[in-house]
């Protein structure tokens, strides 16, 4: 890829308003998308749509096709019931990986990006790379963990953040961050991993492991950040500006000035797409499950953007939707 300043190029070249579209139907409301006639062809100084797709699979993954190859982030599709949502919440609940379910959606990947090792986030990670072939970045504990489940070091890439990585016709800078905390300013599952374990059989032998996030620059693209967690280490964010933001919703208000601070950071992106805030521990299935605590979570997050930011538009992802940006 030519070392260009992608960071302004395309919020630079591109019209003032964001063209987002799912499987080439309008889909910009602050609702899941619904049909809607075809998009209008595009003017010559559109943004080139329908080479890159994103398609979300609940909590904060991803898959994104761009040309023949496929970048999957957070990939979770097992999700498994560990009474998180349906309590008692069981720290012991087994990592039972749902090929079933895996294997119809991940035919191919070439790259995995893991923002963190929490189950709902790393635990299929292993069984996909052994299935593609794909190469894993991700922190040291991530490279640890994927040693610890058979994974050949030659796939495994420890990264900490600042790594621009040049893939040809996209990018991807790694973006140290941080994880969210809950109600007690504390991290489930704490920890990191400075050397190969045993491999882990319960939820809880997945430790946050540090958090990351991700810029995909894609050429004559959309440049795009992924969050997997709700906090931010803003100054990490400086010069990012990505025409889109997957933003995780926070499940809890200790963590001060969360949006304020991300949007900022970012820039405004002309996009906000709020993640992780569905059910993931039931089927992958349209219309996606929330929470009643949740709905109004995403409620409230979806004005706290519009306040913020009201120049960005909010779209929430339905599953398995092909986005275009």
Same mark, same amino acid.
């Given at each position: 890829?030519?070392?260009?300043?992608?960071?302004?190029?395309?919020?630079?070249?591109?019209?003032?308003?964001?063209?987002?579209?799912?499987?080439?139907?309008?889909?910009?409301?602050?609702?899941?998308?619904?049909?809607?006639?075809?998009?209008?062809?595009?003017?010559?100084?559109?943004?080139?749509?329908?080479?890159?797709?994103?398609?979300?699979?609940?909590?904060?993954?991803?898959?994104?096709?761009?040309?023949? $190859? =496929?970048?999957?982030? @957070? #990939?979770?599709?097992?999700?498994?019931? +560990?009474? !998180?949502? *349906?309590?008692?919440?069981?720290?012991?609940?087994?990592?039972?990986? $749902? =090929?079933?379910?895996? @294997? #119809?959606?991940?035919?191919?990947?070439? +790259?995995? !990006?893991? *923002?963190?090792?929490?189950?709902?986030?790393?635990?299929?990670?292993?069984?996909?790379?052994?299935?593609?072939?794909?190469?894993?970045?991700?922190?040291?504990?991530?490279?640890?963990?994927?040693?610890?489940?058979?994974?050949?070091?030659?796939?495994?890439?420890?990264?900490?953040?600042?790594?621009?990585?040049?893939?040809?016709?996209?990018?991807?800078?790694?973006?140290?961050?941080?994880?969210?905390?809950?109600?007690?300013?504390?991290?489930?599952?704490?920890?990191?991993?400075?050397?190969?374990?045993?491999?882990?059989?319960?939820?809880?032998?997945?430790?946050?492991?540090?958090?990351?996030?991700?810029?995909?620059?894609?050429?004559?693209?959309?440049?795009?950040?992924?969050?997997?967690?709700?906090?931010?280490?803003?100054?990490?964010?400086?010069?990012?500006?990505?025409?889109?933001?997957?933003?995780?919703?926070?499940?809890?208000?200790?963590?001060?000035?969360?949006?304020?601070?991300?949007?900022?950071?970012?820039?405004?992106?002309?996009?906000?797409?709020?993640?992780?805030?569905?059910?993931?521990?039931?089927?992958?299935?349209?219309?996606?499950?929330?929470?009643?605590?949740?709905?109004?979570?995403?409620?409230?997050?979806?004005?706290?953007?519009?306040?913020?930011?009201?120049?960005?538009?909010?779209?929430?992802?339905?599953?398995?939707?092909?986005?275009?940006?």
């Amino acid at each position: 890829m030519p070392n260009l300043d992608r960071r302004r190029f395309l919020r630079d070249a591109a019209a003032t308003t964001a063209l987002v579209s799912a499987g080439g139907l309008a889909a910009t409301s602050t609702t899941p998308a619904q049909a809607a006639p075809p998009a209008a062809a595009p003017t010559p100084a559109s943004r080139r749509t329908g080479a890159v797709s994103f398609r979300w699979w609940g909590t904060a993954g991803w898959r994104i096709d761009i040309a023949d $190859r =496929t970048v999957l982030v @957070d #990939p979770f599709l097992s999700r498994i019931d +560990t009474g !998180l949502f *349906t309590p008692p919440f069981r720290t012991d609940a087994p990592l039972t990986v $749902r =090929t079933d379910v895996i @294997d #119809p959606r991940v035919e191919k990947a070439t +790259t995995v !990006l893991v *923002t963190h090792t929490h189950w709902d986030h790393f635990m299929d990670v292993p069984y996909i790379a052994g299935r593609t072939g794909a190469r894993v970045f991700g922190t040291l504990t991530a490279y640890h963990l994927g040693l610890a489940y058979g994974v050949p070091s030659t796939q495994l890439s420890a990264v900490k953040g600042g790594e621009v990585l040049d893939f040809g016709d996209h990018s991807v800078e790694v973006v140290g961050s941080l994880h969210s905390r809950n109600a007690s300013y504390s991290v489930a599952f704490p920890g990191v991993r400075v050397s190969q374990p045993a491999q882990p059989a319960t939820i809880a032998d997945l430790p946050e492991g540090d958090t990351l996030g991700y810029l995909l620059r894609v050429e004559r693209g959309p440049s795009v950040y992924f969050t997997g967690a709700s906090d931010v280490a803003e100054r990490n964010l400086t010069g990012l500006a990505p025409d889109v933001a997957m933003v995780a919703m926070q499940n809890a208000t200790t963590t001060g000035d969360y949006l304020p601070r991300l949007l900022a950071g970012l820039d405004y992106p002309k996009v906000v797409v709020p993640v992780h805030w569905d059910n993931f521990e039931t089927p992958l299935r349209n219309p996606p499950v929330v929470a009643p605590a949740d709905r109004d979570r995403l409620d409230d997050m979806i004005a706290a953007v519009r306040r913020i930011s009201p120049r960005s538009r909010v779209l929430v992802p339905e599953y398995e939707t092909a986005y275009h940006f």
